[in-house]
Structures are given as C-alpha cells and as structure tokens.
C-alpha cells in the first residue's frame, strides 16, 4: 500500500519542488533579502549574521570589487572608489543630479542626455553596474541561505521612480542574472506585509519617511485585492533633515563657522541623540561638539521637528484628496522607514490621522518583507489566498506640441497597466517621417518635464497633409514601464519606430556589461548563452504543459493539441542536444505555435471570471 | 482621438470590445459603482499580469492588453463625464464639442457665476471655506447637468444629449482650475 503524503492546506506536498523566491529591497543606504523559510517570511542574514548589507560598493586596487560592510569600511580612504547612495543616480543625467544637488565625493562623468556615470579605478562605471553588484551579493546570500539557484525576484522600487529609473533597476537586475517576476512599489510592499494576517477590507496608508525622502501612499484593500488609490510625497524630505535641524539648534550663534569635518561629527552626534530620544523613556540627550555639550530636550526636538512633520502630514493630505477620502475613512496607517521611530513622527501622525499607526514591523525590513511574500506567491509556490496588487503610475506621460508644451497621454495615479492609443497626422504633404518626443512629469512646458524617449516614425506613405492616421500606443506594464508602438492606419503600413531611451540604456549596452562581467568572471559566453536559451526553453515547455493540461482537451481540437505537442517535443530535443541559437528559433517557433492557444484562454479566464459574478448575482 | 488598445500580433484580440459589455453592465448613463467595481476586481484577479508570471511569453502578452482594457473600461465607465463622451461614441455622436457655443442662456448664466466665483477664490477672507463652497457649486451644476444628460440620451435625443455633455466637460474645467488653485493655495 502506498503511504499517503499528508500536507497542511496552502502548503506544496512536494517540498522538493518548492520554487526559490526572494524579495529584495534595493535601497539607498541598506539593501535586504527575504524569502519564505522555515514558515514565514523573513529576512536573510549574511554569515556574521547581519540582515542589513549597506548600499556600498568598493573597486579594489587589485580589480576586486567588494560589497556592503567591507566597502563601507574604505570609505573613509577610499572615497572616489567606493560608491554610496547610487540609487540617487540610477536613470538619472548628469543635468539632473547636478540640480538635485547630490551630494558625492566621486567624480561624475557627464554623458550628456544618457545616464550619468563614475569615474573609478574599474573605469567609468555606470549605476546600474553598481546596483548589480549589490543584487549579486544580496542573491548569493539568497542562495547560500535557500541551497539552490533563485528561480526569481520581486525588487521594490519608490513609487515616484519614473520610467527611466524603473528601467534602470531592471536593467540592473539582468546584469545581476536575476529574474524579475515584478518591480514593486516600496508602499505596496509595506501594506502586503501588514495585510498578510489582515484580512480586513478598508482604506491603508502607507507613511514611509526614510532617511532622504517622504512617500505617502493610499492603498484600497479589498477581499485580497490591494489597489493603489493615490501617491504622492517629497522627494527631498527626511531623517538627515531631522539631523540639519538638531544641528542648526546646536550651533545657534555659537558656532557661525563648522568645518566639514566638525559638521560630519556634530550631524552623528544629532543623530545619536536623535535616536535616544526614540526611546519613550528618555527625556533628554546629550550632543557633544569638542568637548562642548547642550542637552536636547524632548520638547526641543518635537520644536525642531514639527516644522518638517508639517510637510509629510501636508503631503498626506494632498494623496488622501487625490484619493477622493477624507482621514475617517481610514482603516490603518503603515509606517515605513527609520525615520518613523522618531516618536513625534508617530504622534503627529496619529493625531492627524485619529488613530494609532501599526508599528509592529521593524519600519527597516517591512518593504522587503511584503516583496518576500509576493514573490512567494507570483512564483507559484501559494495558492489559494492570492492578494493581487494594483499600482498606478506615478508620474503622467505625455508627449510633446508645438511650441515646446506637453500634452498628457496618460495621467498620473492612473492604475496599470493601461495602454492609450493616440492618432497623429501629417501636416505637410508627402511627408513620410515624424518626430515624438516622450516625456514624464505634471509640468506644462516639456522643459521641466523628465525626457523619456525621442523616436522617429518613418515609413508612412506619401499622402497629402492630414490624410495619413498615425496611431501610436502606449503600453505602460505592471512594472510601470513604458513601450511605444505606431501603425499607419489608413494604409495598414506598420511604421518602424525607433525609441531611443533619453536615460536608459539600450540593448547593446547591457549586452556590452554582461560581457564584460561574464569576462571578469572567467565565464564562457558561449556556455552561458546556451544555459540561458536552455532555462528559457524549459520555463516555455512548463507553461505550455500546465495550459495543456488545465485546458488543452476543452479549447484544442485534438489536431491542433497534436500539432502543438510536436512543436513542443521538437524543442524538447533542441533543448537537450540543440545550440543556443537553434534552441532560440524553436522557442520562437513553438511560441507562435501556441498564439491562438493562449488567446482561448485568456477569453476563457474572462467568461469564466464574469461567469462566476453572475452566479453571485443570483 | 482615442482609442482602444491596438493590438499587433494577436488575430482573437478585440480592441473594440465594448465597455459595458465586459463589465456586464446594461449599456445606460446609470450605472451601479458597486457592481462596476466588484467586476473589475473579478477581473483583474483573473487577467491581471501577475497571474501570468509563469506563462509562455505570448500570454504574458495578453494579459498585459487585456489587464490594461480592463482598466480602461473601468476608468471611463466610473467617471461620469468620460461614461457620457462613450455612450456618445457608442451611439455614433461625435462628442467633441471644441466649436460649439452655448446658446443657452441659463447655462451661460450659471457659468459666469462660478467663473466669479473661482477668480475671486483667492482674495477671499477664508480661502478654503471659499474653496469648498465652490466645490459644492460646481458638484450641484454637474449633477444637474448629467440628469439631463441621462433623460436626453435614454430618450435618443441625442443632439441634446451632447450638449449637455458638453456642459459636463466645461464644469470639469471649471473644477480642474479650483484644484489647480487649491494646489498653489494650500502650498503643495
């Protein structure tokens, strides 16, 4: 008799096919790893035990590069070679960090509208390289701690991160051999993690307040759907604020003159007291400047800080209006951050909001928590209570008219994905090519907007002015990136577009890095390319059999299911004997095999899901 | 100028599906927020990308297109102004009213009140309880105007239907600019 395997309801009852998945939050001072382990979602710790790995990267003399503490150890001596905060420069220009006021001690290059990099003693690197190395070393832990290879990650971004920023992480990400199952809203991240044992419906606001920026989130929570209503925030607003003004109070008409070094002593010493004061049971700290001490009172501090507090409760204000709610109609709010353990923080906000915020995460690894669990269950591995997440995009798209304005495509807050078709015409006759230029922002002028893409239709058919129907679409995806399509409409003619990202990378850049690195790495490519083909070969036949076998019989004929099993056993084969390149072509082959297949059954899984609602409604 | 989504690969793919047939709602001005929103998140259980993360590539396609038509049903048959402008297309009324004038003098009253109104909101004593006067004023406008709107267009007449639509576009604007000041007044 066969022994019957007994497994608790929700859990896989072959543990051995458990998927690796792990949510990472790639942040601007620490970054964190979580995965689902021993029966909950955790964070990972590296072998000394530490669960924070700083955001530091160091090129060493020798050609090595370190990551996390070790770096952060050279900073000091090192400084042009060890690379901090470099989430401020992902997808950003060297304009751009010039006028947000970045502060490093490295020397940026600037590559003009294309995406600012550092000079190092590697060579110019970009931040996406450097963001890689952190997800290298952050997933090397994953693996250690899992004993296997990460079948995939969900990775948290800030919910204002536009398009080139999104592309950016993800780039790093593919550099990093990662495969994203989802970039993520950080606040979304942080709800999923409280929402997890929840299972209440009702209005959540996230409050992250790091330790350079504010982010306010209004999330709906419905039967496991979270969907976010609203965002909105400061982008130059946080905890090293806090630390400025404890340390202007200091200096008074004292001090009028700091050196640098004396400013980076006293900003420490504010932060220490700072954090002292976090303690309910302290009423006082000490700040020592060269032997010269003033005691901080509470009250002082909440003086000191009120005025900032005022600006986040402002920008919750403005995100509760965008979502049409007023502060009694919320159910919870969430805090996010380090800089929410400040307890004035806390009590303004309960105030405000009339209730007490839940604290019960540690605000540091909430974010990576809630990314953990999603990508537990985008994997595969759960099953049953799915929660879905609905985001929006932050900033509207746009593109650009005559005399340098922007017209929205897409407004911001709009839930994606979303996909807007927009018609262009000609406007002098036997024109066959057109500029459009897109761009991200809520400014009018196209100049203080962010550029995302300049690209240049060409191919239309001679005709007279206005005749032609350019239809271009946007397709934003779940990840909130932006693609680009046109087709002229009265001719059927498909127009070659050609987007070349203002601050992204393009194919052959990344494919350039990814040499590099597999070289560095005494990698063969070869070999590595036809793993590659071969793991993407193996994902497509696991699909093709799982749809076959929920839905094959009932919308196959039995030719056509016939006919896609051949297709399937032939790059089965090619799989196991083939090259990468032939390996390739059969994927693209058996994918254009299954088109009609999977159009079934997304109309199926829309009958089915507008079947069930009319059940209800009985 | 707007359309569907345009789909390149998939023959089965309907970008003209109509709204109020996906979302199984009777195709009228009135409609139940509370079924429309239940469906949408039936929907989106079912087709949102994230369910599709481990299928082949063409149905990850898919349910991107089909996800993003979702949303957009969603958004157009929840706003008032915009359901009123699709009801128009759906009818073959062409709802872009760029050239018309008013030649109703009622209207034209009520608009150059509210247009007092809103140029006055920021020398008021209390700009927010101004502000919020306003915003009441233009919510009493518009209720009144997508009740006409729905008696002309349930009743056919749908010359008068559009203007009333019209009307609905204009209070928008009208709204849009107090937030706008709302914006700069409260300084965010």
């Known amino acids: 008799m066969a022994l019957m395997q007994i497994s608790e309801p929700g859990q896989s009852p072959a543990p051995h096919q458990r998927k690796r998945a792990v949510g990472i939050d790639l942040g601007t001072s620490n970054s964190l790893v979580a995965s689902f382990l021993n029966g909950s979602v955790q964070t990972l710790a590296d072998e000394n035990g530490q669960h924070l790995l700083p955001s530091v990267v160091r090129y060493g003399e020798s050609g090595d590069v370190v990551v996390g503490d070790v770096a952060l150890a050279k900073a000091g001596d090192d400084a042009p070679n060890t690379l901090m905060s470099i989430k401020r420069l992902m997808g950003r220009s060297y304009a751009d960090v010039q006028s947000a006021a970045v502060l490093s001690p490295y020397t940026l290059v600037d590559c003009g509208e294309e995406m600012v990099k550092v000079e190092t003693r590697a060579g110019q690197i970009s931040p996406v390289q450097v963001s890689a190395e952190i997800l290298k070393s952050l997933a090397a832990r994953a693996e250690q701690t899992l004993g296997g290879e990460l079948d995939g990650a969900v990775i948290t971004v800030p919910a204002y991160f536009d398009d080139a920023q999104r592309q950016a992480t993800k780039d790093a990400a593919k550099l990093a051999g990662l495969k994203v199952l989802r970039l993520l809203n950080e606040p979304t991240a942080a709800a999923v993690a409280y929402g997890l044992d929840e299972k209440e419906e009702g209005v959540i606001v996230v409050f992250d307040l790091g330790g350079g920026t504010f982010d306010v989130s209004v999330l709906q929570m419905t039967k496991g759907v979270f969907e976010v209503l609203s965002t909105g925030g400061d982008s130059a607003l946080g905890g090293d604020d806090f630390d400025e003004a404890i340390a202007n109070w200091f200096m008074g008409d004292e001090y009028p003159e700091l050196s640098s070094g004396q400013r980076r002593r006293l900003l420490t010493a504010c932060k220490q007291a700072k954090e002292v004061l976090g303690d309910p049971a302290c009423r006082e700290a000490g700040i020592v400047l060269d032997g010269n001490e003033k005691v901080l009172t509470r009250e002082e501090l909440d003086k000191l800080l009120d005025p900032l507090i005022d600006r986040t409760i402002r920008a919750c204000r403005r995100a509760l209006r965008d979502a049409k709610l007023s502060t009694d109609e919320v159910l ?8 929410t353990r400040a307890l004035r923080v806390r009590e303004r906000v309960a105030e405000w909001f009339g209730r007490q915020p839940l604290t019960d995460l540690d605000p540091d690894k909430v974010v990576a928590l809630g990314a953990a669990s999603q990508a537990e269950q985008l994997v595969g591995n759960r099953s049953g209570d799915e929660v879905l997440l609905l985001d929006v995009i932050p900033l509207s798209l746009g593109i650009e008219t005559m005399g340098g304005l922007t017209e929205k495509v897409i407004h911001r807050n709009t839930t994606i994905p979303v996909a807007m078709a ?16 897109v761009v991200q922002g809520e400014r009018e002028l196209v100049e203080d907007c962010r550029s995302l893409a300049r690209f240049e239709l060409q191919g239309i058919p001679p005709m007279v002015a206005g005749a032609a129907r350019i239809m271009v679409t946007f397709q934003v995806d779940a990840d909130g990136l932006l693609q680009v399509s046109a087709r002229e409409e009265t001719t059927g003619a498909e127009s070659r577009v050609q987007v070349k990202p203002s601050y992204g990378l393009s194919e052959g850049d990344i494919a350039d890095m990814l040499k590099a690195s597999w070289a560095s790495a005494g ?25 076959l076998l929920a839905d094959g019989e009932a919308l196959l004929s039995e030719e056509e299911q016939r006919e896609l099993l051949a297709e399937m056993e032939t790059l089965h084969n090619e799989r196991e004997s083939g090259s990468a390149a032939s390996i390739a072509r059969q994927i693209e082959v058996l994918g254009k095999a299954s088109e009609v297949f999977a159009a079934r059954r997304m109309d199926a899984s829309i009958k089915q899901a507008l079947a069930g609602r009319r059940v209800d409604d009985l | ?37 239940a469906r949408y998140r039936e929907l989106q259980s079912a087709m949102h990308p994230d369910r599709h993360v481990t299928a082949s590539e063409r149905e990850r396609l898919l349910a991107v297109q089909k996800s993003s038509q979702i949303n957009e049903a969603y958004e157009v048959l929840r706003s008032p102004t915009r359901r009123a402008a699709y009801l128009l297309t759906l009818a073959g009324v062409d709802s872009d009213m760029s050239s018309t004038t008013f030649r109703d003098p009622e209207f034209l009253m009520q608009q150059i009140s509210l247009r007092e109104e809103l140029s006055e909101l920021s020398q008021a004593a209390d700009p927010e309880a101004a502000l919020d006067q306003f915003y009441q004023d233009v919510d009493a ?15 056919a007449d749908y010359n008068a239907a559009r203007e009333a639509y019209a009307k609905l576009q204009f209070l928008d604007k009208l709204r849009y600019e107090a937030e706008q000041q709302e914006n700069e007044l409260l300084d965010y």
Request: glycine share 6%; proline share 2%.
């Open chain 1, 332 to 339: 919870n709010v969430v805090m996010v951050g380090g800089s």
């Open chain 1, 422 to 437: 927009q018609e262009f015409t000609t406007f002098k006759d036997g024109q066959t090519a057109m500029a459009i230029h």
């Open chain 1, 523 to 547: 990698e063969d490519k070869e070999a590595r390319a036809l793993r590659e083909q071969q793991v993407e070969a193996e994902a497509l036949l696991q699909a093709l059999s799982a749809a």
């Open chain 2, 1 to 37: 100028m707007r359309a569907g989504v345009s789909s390149d690969t998939m023959s089965d793919y309907n970008p003209a599906e109509n709204f109020f047939v996906l979302m199984g709602l009777p195709q009228q001005y009135s409609v139940d927020l509370a079924a429309l929103t």
């Open chain 2, 141 to 155: 406008a518009l209720a009144q105007h997508r009740d006409q709107f729905a008696r002309c267009y349930d009743g």
